[in-house]
């Protein structure tokens, strides 16, 4: 619960709301998960507490630790639905950074990403999203500084209850994470984009564009069927100008399919036309025969885009021996 509605929750119960704060803290700060260990509070109130309410957990099932110090945990938020969160520390910038699920599976099946390949079991609830956040700093000890909504499912698709937790995250009472280290992406739905932009959400957002050219993309990203590739250039566009900042554009390496010439210049007409930086991800895995690309090939392709001038950033995507980087979330080993 945000403070606010913990506020009236504990107003119906008809006790003063500054317990609400008391509560928030405990549950925020101390990282309480009993309702007795909350001793500011009178014992008739804990028990009214324990009668009304519960402080629900997601329960570890898996945990994997890559060599280059990223951690993956599964977890099941539900009896047979299974998610996965993951610990990506990048020793050199001091950045910790949490990539967390918004959904059971996806109804999405982009065709080069293995959550696709799952069922879709359902959308999380806020306390599902928050507790990510809670486990993962408990199992490793430490906080983290950066929070993606990158892990499995479509955030747009689950709008309400990403848009509350994320405002949790933000919260100066809670991790009192910057808007900027906060960052959703999406694979294009545009009705989520439109909401972002006229509720003039303060977080970062980034769109998975992935392929230059309307006709293509729509082969590799089935969302481009509803939301097609102009449509959603478009909503880039009024996002950077309503919301005054910069939009990230994430585009997947993938040789023979997006990494051409021609894909470049299209791109950079793209960037050009867009207040924007890209981050470049190698292709992760190898599910349609698809290979990853070699060095010489992004650097190539980076030459190329060089002329846009807007920012190249190299996604490093770490975890790939846990089936921790992006795209590999599928919960099960293939
Ligand atoms: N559904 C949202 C949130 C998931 S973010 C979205 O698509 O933006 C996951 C990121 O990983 C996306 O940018 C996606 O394009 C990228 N990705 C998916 N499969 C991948 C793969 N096999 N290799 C590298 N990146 C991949």
Not at 151 to 160: A, C, L, S, T
Not at 247 to 269: H, S
Request: proline share 4%.
């Amino acid at each position: 619960m945000s403070l606010h509605a913990l506020e009236t929750f504990i107003k119906e119960l008809g006790e003063n709301s500054y317990r609400a704060k008391q509560i928030y803290a405990g549950l925020y700060k101390d990282r309480f998960t009993n309702f007795d260990e909350f001793s500011t509070l009178p014992k008739t109130f804990r028990e009214l507490l324990k009668e009304k309410a519960e402080i629900l957990s997601i329960k570890l099932d898996k945990h994997l630790i890559s060599k280059d110090g990223t951690q993956k945990m599964t977890f099941a938020v539900e009896e047979g639905k299974v998610i996965e969160t993951v610990w990506i520390p990048t020793g050199d910038e001091e950045r910790k950074t949490i990539c967390i699920s918004s959904q059971v599976g996806c109804t999405l099946s982009c065709a080069f990403c293995a959550t696709g390949l799952l069922d879709f079991k359902g959308n999380l609830k806020v306390w599902q999203i928050v507790d990510q956040i809670l486990q993962v700093e408990k199992i490793v000890g430490d906080r983290c500084t950066n929070i993606v909504f990158m892990g499995m499912g479509e955030p747009m698709h689950n709008y309400d209850s990403v848009i509350q937790s994320a405002h949790i995250f933000h919260d100066p009472q809670t991790w009192n994470l910057g808007a900027k280290r906060i960052t959703i992406s999406t694979a294009g739905v545009v009705t989520g984009i439109e909401r972002f932009i006229k509720n003039k959400e303060p977080f970062n957002f980034a769109i998975s564009l992935n392929h230059p050219n309307p006709v293509t993309r729509k082969t590799i990203m089935g969302i481009d069927e509803k939301y097609p590739l102009e449509v959603l250039l478009k909503s880039a566009r009024d996002f950077t100008k309503t919301l005054g900042r910069r939009i990230t554009f994430e585009y997947i390496m993938i040789p023979g399919v997006n990494m051409g010439k021609e894909n470049a210049l299209k791109l950079v007409k793209i960037l050009r036309s867009v207040n924007c930086k890209i981050n470049l991800i190698p292709l992760n895995t190898e599910l349609h025969g698809w290979r990853k690309p070699n060095e010489d090939e992004i650097d190539t392709f980076r030459e190329l885009l060089k002329s846009s001038k807007v920012p190249i950033l190299n996604r490093r995507s770490p975890g790939k021996d846990i089936n921790g980087a992006c795209g590999m979330l599928a919960a099960v080993s293939y």
